[in-house]
């Protein structure tokens, strides 16, 4: 069965500088991974996702991941943070022959001015 | 509908009463999701229906709460002789095809 870990439940930064979140997943078959973030009294909404093709998927805000097989990885990464990137992000994969999604346990991203 | 949709938004209610909440998921997806999430807490799995399939209930925290979803639409969240800990925020998500997850904006609830 799939699995994913979020290291970090906590993720502080400064504005300006680079954010990585870390996120390791398990899965027996080539899965479809995503990105997903909650800002602060707001839903989850979709951040980025990988399904097929290019490794290097790029989202909203700045945001991309990149998906690497032999690492089992997919972290998200933006060059440069904005105070507007705090929030919670989860990270989450799905089998493509099971229809169900597994979340991590989310990171909290802190943005310092 | 376009989305998710839940309702109610903000559910307040007495110690020991029973509490129903609805998710009407996308039109068309086969995959519905209950999630709990507690004040500064991550995403609590709570259960998981894909189709026409025995319910996934192991996130389920007590046998106070249940689920039913009617004919592979409407989900609704039962929770029976409430406690003040089981105040959070209950999510709804559906996906088809182990796509995207889409999100309700929740249920609100306080137990008072």
């Known amino acids: 069965a799939q699995s994913v870990t979020q290291l970090g439940s906590h993720v502080s930064v400064s504005e300006g500088a680079l954010v990585l979140l870390r996120c390791n997943y398990s899965s027996s078959v080539p899965p479809y991974l995503f990105w997903y973030v909650q800002y602060p009294n707001q839903g989850l909404q979709l951040l980025l996702k990988?399904?097929?093709?290019?490794?290097l998927v790029k989202g909203i805000n700045g945001f991309e991941a990149e998906f690497k097989k032999s690492e089992t990885s997919f972290h998200l990464t933006k060059p440069s943070a904005h105070m507007s990137d705090a929030a919670e992000y989860f990270c989450?994969?799905?089998?493509?022959?099971?229809?169900?999604?597994?979340f991590g346990k989310g990171t909290r991203l802190h943005i310092l001015p | 509908g376009a989305g998710v949709s839940q309702s109610p938004s903000n559910k307040v209610t007495e110690k020991g009463k029973d509490v129903e909440l609805r998710c009407d998921p996308i039109s068309g997806h086969t995959a519905l999701y209950w999630y709990r999430q507690s004040l500064g807490q991550g995403l609590e799995f709570l259960i998981y229906?894909?189709?026409?399939?025995?319910?996934?209930k192991s996130g389920l925290p007590s046998d106070r709460f249940s689920a039913e979803r009617t004919g592979g639409s409407v989900s609704t969240l039962t929770i029976q002789r409430t406690q003040q800990e089981d105040s959070a925020v209950y999510l709804c998500?559906?996906?088809?095809?182990?796509?995207?997850?889409?999100f309700g904006q929740g249920t609100r609830l306080t137990v008072v």
């Open positions: 998500a559906s996906s088809s095809f182990g796509k995207e997850a889409f």
């Open positions: 229906f894909q189709g026409n399939s025995a319910p996934d």
């Open positions: 990988y399904t097929t093709g290019a490794t």
């Open positions: 989450a994969v799905s089998e493509r022959r099971d229809d169900k999604i597994i």
